[in-house]
């Protein structure tokens, strides 16, 4: 039985379990050997060598985590088969742990990649016949030579997944993941071989592989990786395996693959709700005064702002580090920190940890005392990340004090290095660490404060602390724009879907800086941010040339289009929000490659990193296509071409209702942002009314809007929403609203519910407002509400209007009451006719192009008509929509009816106008370039 099994590797997980003596097995097993030993344990020896490919006895219970949830790093007993010096954990049916030790002391500790491996027992068989093992799931055939090492290890697909694969085989086609930063880069390939040497700060780019592949397996290597000690509280020591490889065999189910890292490598925790609003910080000397002349800029523009982020000279200038306010600055912090709170925005500040804790901070006696040093011998307590001690003493009393002050997250800014602060450097390092301990230190000290960061990548693991941090911007240049869609949308294959980019742009250069604002209102984060490119030495010698970062400050119609994508963005928190809670339960990023829903289409997989179809899924009902290229010259219109996938899509920006698979090149006005909604889809939203935009992503929705999108003839949406700021969601404290409608060509209905359950710990408003939004619609001819549960029902009384520039059609309920339990508002609502898809598709489009193909040539007083009698076809046109709003309130069905029967003449004529007009050649070409972009 020994020569079959090996009875070290047999006896391994019991004698680690303290099942069996440990001095027992120090010796070779002889028969000197045998006369030292214990009768009794010479007889389990025996009893258990015979039965090596049997389950270990069941596990102790987990310890208590420092991680978002308690995890449990050993894995079910039943999962696991152990055969000579290795070690197979069926984890689920696509997902297999292969341990090899020499030693035969395999790995139960968790690693800083994998945290948890006590999953649900996924059924699988087991048979050897002559050292040869075979192992069977639903999905997978892994088989291996016992007496050998893993070169005779094979996993093959029980379907057509994946082609066989062998241990060591190169995996060709997988989709890669990320790196640290984009610090000191530009175009960087996110291949980790070609990227194996570059180093920024005196680190590596800690380049992790996909977890997906277009080979339909893919790898994890563990092995060399960072164990942690009990309850992943801290490092203990590299991984005892020899070999300890994850073996993804998901096929094209790349989502699939996320959701079983996810289960392994732990959650991604929700983000605050505010983090999805939007942010600001720049890289300059503000007071107190100057925050508040920030948030009184943003409030009186009426642009939206969630979160205020002070960069690094908010501390003193002793050193480039700091964690002592500026009193110079802020002689009050409390008081400045109190008035963000009281607009409702949360708060960050910058933090540079590499120089240690120096004698001119405000807790420097404190962290002397908690280090054991006199503060009168020492000037300075030497920065640490594997003393413990040190770390602790840093969050709870140095960083603690600021808190208390108001300070609510840390900005986790440049280490020096990844063997700072005693770290081995590689998987050790101070990035990764620094993640960890302030995104898990409100769990630590028993709080239930939701933790963020804004820092850098520092591995596989990084995913369960957010938000990402990807460095200071290189450069203003297109070619780094078009770069990071591509670079986010990559992250999303390791479950890091948070990333946060620096959005400026240069002085000289709206354009580019508004289609950076624009990229960001469709990204994971929007943070508007400057490294030190809008000031300096710049404001000396050419202020042009210095970078922008206040989105206001450029001519108008940029302006316009920045305040417009950030009004969208603040519109989608509930949209978000539900990503982000999809985040938490499956690993899906925010922005996600186009081949995790089309994974099939040859298509799906063309964005590369100069921005070529650089486009991808927002979500599960968008996807987005951000312009990165300049404008042409002789039309002030940005070209872009998109790949449409399978199936019918609304573009937001023409109304049309377009149908995949296909390829199209358009050309998009500066104000516009190429998104595709799933025809029929429900998107929720709230409002962003003028002159209240400061501090709404922190609020509980009071009121939710519902926006439907046409081409299908039902549709739903579940609306995930929690207090947005503690852990409680983790026990349940949140509510649920449903909405589905159904629609004929006259009519829809539609239904509301609002489910929770207050013992949880989570209160409802006692009121609500709803709205429903129906894109391509009529106006109506009737709308009717009832509310009730299945004992008793009461009249609610609507309200409808309508939006001609969108062709949509608004029902408000207001004050709907939210009992506990369950409320259901039911709607009601029929069209003063049938609606014709193919009559109103492109109308929105064609209303917004007239409009501005008429204020091109506005302004030089060239428009048709302008001045004389003759010519009227643009001017109509571009008065159309406020005109069917005016026919829709009185009831003018017919004239509103015959209006949209004769648009496309009426656009036709413009056309023919717009081209006989006596305008300057480039204007002319801007016009009729307009024009036929919705034609």
């Not at 002391?105 to 690693?111: A, G, I, K, L, Q």
């Not at 030089?860 to 709003?885: I, N, W």
Request: glycine letters at 8%; aromatic letters at 12%; hydrophobic letters at 40%.
């Amino acid at each position: 039985c020994s020569v079959a099994c090996g009875i070290s590797s047999c006896l391994a997980p019991h004698r680690r379990r303290g099942l069996l003596p440990q001095r027992a097995f120090q010796v070779p097993l002889t028969m000197m050997a045998v006369r030292t030993m214990d009768i009794a344990a010479l007889l389990l020896t025996v009893a258990v060598a015979c039965v090596c490919l049997l389950p270990a006895p069941v596990a102790a219970a987990a310890d208590p985590s420092f991680e978002l949830r308690d995890y449990d790093p050993v894995a079910d007993p039943s999962s696991i088969v152990t055969c000579g010096k290795a070690r197979f954990t069926v984890l689920t049916d696509r997902l297999v742990r292969m341990e090899y030790s020499s030693s035969t002391n395999f790995e139960d500790r968790p690693t800083l990649a994998i945290l948890n491996r006590k999953l649900p027992h996924a059924d699988f068989t087991k048979a050897t016949d002559q050292n040869q093992l075979t192992i069977k799931t639903a999905s997978l055939t892994l088989t291996y030579d016992c007496t050998k090492d893993f070169s005779s290890l094979k996993v093959a697909s029980t379907g057509s997944a994946f082609q066989p694969w062998s241990y060591g085989q190169p995996n060709s086609g997988n989709l890669l993941g990320t790196i640290k930063s984009l610090d000191q880069l530009g175009v960087t390939p996110l291949n980790c071989t070609q990227n194996a040497n570059i180093t920024v700060h005196d680190e590596t780019l800690h380049c992790e592989w996909g977890l997906v592949s277009r080979d339909g397996w893919a790898v994890v290597d563990d092995s060399v990786n960072w164990a942690l000690s009990k309850g992943a509280e801290w490092w203990d020591s590299v991984n005892t395996d020899d070999v300890d490889n994850y073996f993804f065999g998901h096929g094209h189910d790349y989502k699939g693959a996320i959701a079983d890292f996810v289960k392994i490598g732990g959650s991604v925790p929700i983000v605050p709700r505010y983090a999805l609003g939007l942010w600001w910080t720049r890289w300059f000397d503000f007071n107190n005064q100057d925050v508040r002349k920030i948030v009184s800029d943003y409030k009186t523009r009426s642009i939206p702002l969630d979160l205020f982020v002070l960069d690094m000279d908010w501390h003193k200038k002793n050193n480039w580090g700091g964690y002592t306010f500026d009193t110079d600055l802020f002689p009050y912090p409390e008081y400045s920190m109190d008035f963000l709170k009281n607009n409702g925005l949360a708060t960050m500040a910058n933090v540079h940890d590499a120089n240690g804790v120096g004698n001119y901070e405000k807790q420097f006696p404190a962290m002397c005392k908690a280090m054991g040093l006199d503060p009168s011998k020492v000037t300075t307590v030497p920065f640490s990340m594997i003393n413990k001690t040190y770390v602790y003493a840093l969050e709870d009393i140095v960083l603690g004090d600021i808190e208390d002050q108001g300070m609510m997250h840390w900005w986790i800014d440049w280490q020096q290095g990844g063997k700072q602060g005693g770290c081995a450097g590689g998987k050790q390092n101070p990035t990764i660490w620094t993640d960890k301990i302030r995104c898990t230190d409100a769990k630590r000290r028993g709080k239930d404060k939701r933790d963020m960061v804004l820092a850098r990548w520092g591995g596989l693991g990084t995913h369960r602390y957010q938000v990402g941090f990807s460095g200071d911007v290189k450069g203003l240049t297109w070619a780094n724009l078009a770069y990071q869609p591509y670079f986010t949308l990559t992250s999303a294959n390791v479950a890091y879907g948070f990333w946060s980019h620096d959005i400026e742009g240069p002085g000289d250069d709206p354009e580019m800086y508004t289609r950076w604002v624009q990229w960001a209102a469709y990204s994971p984060i929007f943070r508007s941010h400057d490294r030190g490119m809008s000031g300096g030495g710049c404001a000396k010698s050419a202020p042009n040339s210095c970078s922008t970062v206040k989105v206001w400050n450029v001519p108008t119609p940029y302006f316009e289009a920045n305040r417009a994508a950030m009004t969208d963005r603040a519109e989608l928190v509930p949209y978000l929000y539900n990503i982000a809670k999809q985040a938490y339960d499956t690993g899906l990023s925010v922005v996600r490659p186009m081949y995790y829903e089309f994974p099939e289409a040859n298509e799906a997989y063309a964005a590369d990193q100069d921005g070529n179809f650089g486009q991808y899924f927002f979500g599960d009902d968008m996807f987005v296509s951000p312009i990165t290229s300049p404008a042409s010259a002789d039309t002030g219109l940005a070209n872009t071409t998109i790949w449409i996938p399978e199936g019918t899509w609304y573009d937001k920006v023409s109304g049309a209702l377009v149908k995949g698979p296909k390829t199209v090149t358009t050309h998009f006005d500066v104000s516009e942002i190429p998104v595709f909604v799933r025809a029929g889809a429900v998107v929720p939203t709230i409002p962003v009314p003028v002159g209240d935009t400061v501090g709404l992503a922190q609020r509980q929705y009071t009121h939710l809007l519902f926006n439907v999108y046409p081409g299908a003839s039902s549709g739903s949406v579940e609306v995930y929403e929690d207090d947005g700021v503690t852990t409680k969601y983790l026990d349940g404290a949140s509510a649920t609203t449903s909405f589905t409608y159904s629609r004929t060509s006259n009519s829809l209905s539609a239904s509301i519910k609002v489910d929770f359950d207050a013992s949880k710990g989570y209160s409802m408003p006692a009121t609500r407002d709803f709205s429903v939004q129906i894109f391509n619609a009529l106006p109506l001819a009737s709308v009717s509400a009832s509310l009730g549960n299945s004992s008793a029902a009461t009249s609610a009384d609507p309200t409808w209007s309508y939006d001609g520039s969108k062709v949509m059609a608004r029902i408000d309920a207001a004050d709907v009451p939210l009992n506990a339990g369950q409320t259901v508002l039911q709607l009601k609502a029929s069209f003063i006719s049938d609606i014709d898809d193919a009559k109103l598709s492109g109308l929105v489009g064609k209303f917004s192009h007239a409009n501005l193909a008429k204020q091109v040539y506005d302004e030089t007083r060239v428009t048709p008509g302008a001045h004389v009698t003759d010519g009227f076809a643009m001017k109509r046109a571009a008065s159309v929509p406020v005109s069917l709003e005016y026919l829709a309130s009185n009831k003018m069905t017919s004239e509103f009816l015959t209006a949209i029967s004769t648009y496309d003449a009426l656009y036709v004529n413009a056309t023919a106008e717009a081209n006989k007009a006596k305008a300057e050649a480039s204007r002319k070409a801007k016009v009729l370039a307009l024009l036929a972009a919705t034609a």
